[in-house]
């Protein structure tokens, strides 16, 4: 008897406080929830998030949903410090993404083993660059958009070049004239500055919690690894470096390894920018 008062006790709190979130594939979701104990930590996705009060009783966090999590439901849960965990449903949807095609030169395309090892090491340094800790939350209320320009490939488009597939767009390509300023959408450190074999010039830059933007295809770098840097500032200058069919900016971001829309950081915010203006 008292095992089943128990779970009745714990349905109740949970109806009392549930809230059912939906996402599309590649958001970054903020949720909030009200909670008079503090929270202590936000799970989803068998990932911990960043969460922060912002007022009394309320707390808000911010999940990535990555590019190809497979769309169905999952749980939120919000551990409290008085051990009263509270649950929230995570509704995500596939995305309707489109197909883009591009050609380019061969020797771009079909690789011999030397070109192989350098794509490699450039993958391996841009992904050591996602665990590299930067002791800050995101500050998500104003985010600049990088470089305005035409959006000539979106986020999460399946690729085919001379006419074969790759892997899925996992950033946004805004074409640009060259040399047009590259500012840092927001604040953050400066992880990586290297010339690259595929991604021409590129700069990695960490905002905090495991949220890390990529920038390839540059012309000129204007800041250093290890710089910090401030939201709006001008970090590199748009370039045709690399497989590039065309001067433009490829944009990307990813949220403790989560293939995510570069978008989403802008519908976060609370005054939002256009790519396109």
């Known amino acids: 008897m008292k095992y089943l008062f128990a779970i009745l006790l714990t349905l109740l709190s949970y109806s009392a406080h549930a809230k059912e979130w939906t996402a599309v594939q590649g958001d970054i979701l903020a949720v909030t929830v009200f ?14 998030w960043p969460v922060k009060q912002i007022k009394t009783g309320v707390w808000q966090a911010w999940i990535g949903i990555d590019l190809k999590k497979k769309a169905k439901n999952y749980w939120v849960i919000w551990h409290t410090s008085n051990k009263h965990d509270i649950k929230d449903l ?8 489109r197909i883009s ?31 590299m800790d930067v002791p800050m939350i995101p500050d998500f ?39 047009t300023a590259v500012v840092a959408p927001l604040a953050g450190k400066v992880l990586l500055v290297e010339k690259m074999f595929l991604n021409g010039d590129v700069m990695v830059i960490g905002h905090g919690s495991g949220l890390v933007s990529v920038y390839a295809h540059l012309s000129h770098f204007d800041v250093h690894q290890g710089e910090w840097v401030k ?36 519908k976060l915010a609370k005054s939002p920018g256009k790519i396109a203006e």
């Open 35 to 48: 909670s008079q104990a503090n929270i202590t930590g936000v799970q989803a996705l068998g990932k911990n």
């Open 231 to 266: 939201a709006g500032q001008k970090i590199a200058e748009v370039g045709l470096t690399g497989r590039s069919t065309g001067a433009h900016l490829h944009w990307g971001v990813r949220y403790q390894h989560a293939r995510v829309n570069p978008e989403s950081l802008l």
């Open 141 to 179: 209320s104003k985010v600049y958009v990088p470089v305005h320009g035409i959006e000539s490939t979106p986020f999460g488009a399946q690729r085919y070049v001379n006419g074969q597939a790759r892997s899925p767009h996992s950033g946004i390509d805004i074409a640009a004239v060259k040399g």
């Open 101 to 131: 095609r591009i050609e380019v030169p061969k020797k771009m395309s079909n690789f011999d083993a030397k070109a192989v090892h350098r794509i490699r090491s450039d993958q391996a340094a841009i992904k050591a660059s996602y665990d």
């Open 90 to 97: 995570l509704k995500v949807k596939a995305g309707v993404f």
